[in-house]
């Protein structure tokens, strides 16, 4: 089967960002986004995913972390619909619960060319680390909607607001994992012909 790998990169005013995706890889990552907690995040996503990933990010945190983050979960987002391809043989759709102490966490997913967000989780703190809270669902925003992918995140319940956005993101690298698998035997996982 053809390697499913990209090589994206984004300057802007803002940022500048390098990224390496490999679908088919074994979890490894190299993350340096300047914003410690979100590198913890993207390195727990990339492992759960089964998925090489390496990100070098130089942006403007000296205003804020809003441009770093979105703009790495846009070019997060077409590499992995680039390194998808046509989509040929694979599961297409992916649900993983992830407890982490007192919190659980869901994330569905449909690789359907449709990008669509539902986002349901409250935080209680401003910042985990130097990572924003309310940046948590504009990552997954801009992820989905580069990705073209539907994405539903909640927590079910929780009180920490680590463990909450831990949950989530390792829910997103498993339910990734199952919807990248493919099977020759799968053909396009669509009645249309095509995704």
Avoid: W
């Amino acid at each position: 089967m053809i390697e499913r790998s990209s090589k994206r990169e984004r300057i802007t005013q803002e940022t500048s960002i390098n990224l390496e995706l490999n679908l088919d890889g074994s979890g490894n990552s190299q993350i340096n986004t300047g914003i410690g907690f979100f590198d913890h995040m993207l390195n727990l996503f990339a492992f759960n995913g089964k998925m090489d990933l390496k990100v070098s990010a130089k942006g403007d945190l000296d205003v804020c972390d809003h441009h770093t983050i979105e703009d790495i979960g846009i070019t997060l987002g077409e590499a992995f619909k680039e390194a998808l391809g046509d989509k040929a043989g694979i599961n297409r759709y992916g649900t993983f619960y992830v407890p982490m102490d007192e919190t659980l966490a869901l994330v569905s997913l449909d690789i359907s060319n449709r990008p669509y967000l539902v986002f349901d989780c409250d935080f209680k703190r401003e910042k985990v680390g130097e990572m924003s809270t309310e940046m948590v669902v504009e990552f997954f925003r801009a992820f989905a909607f580069n990705a073209g992918i539907t994405l539903h995140l909640k927590v079910l319940y929780g009180e920490n607001d680590h463990h909450k956005i831990e949950a989530l993101f390792k829910a997103l690298g498993r339910a990734i994992k199952e919807a990248k698998f493919r099977s020759e035997e799968n053909g396009i996982p669509s009645t249309k012909g095509r995704i």
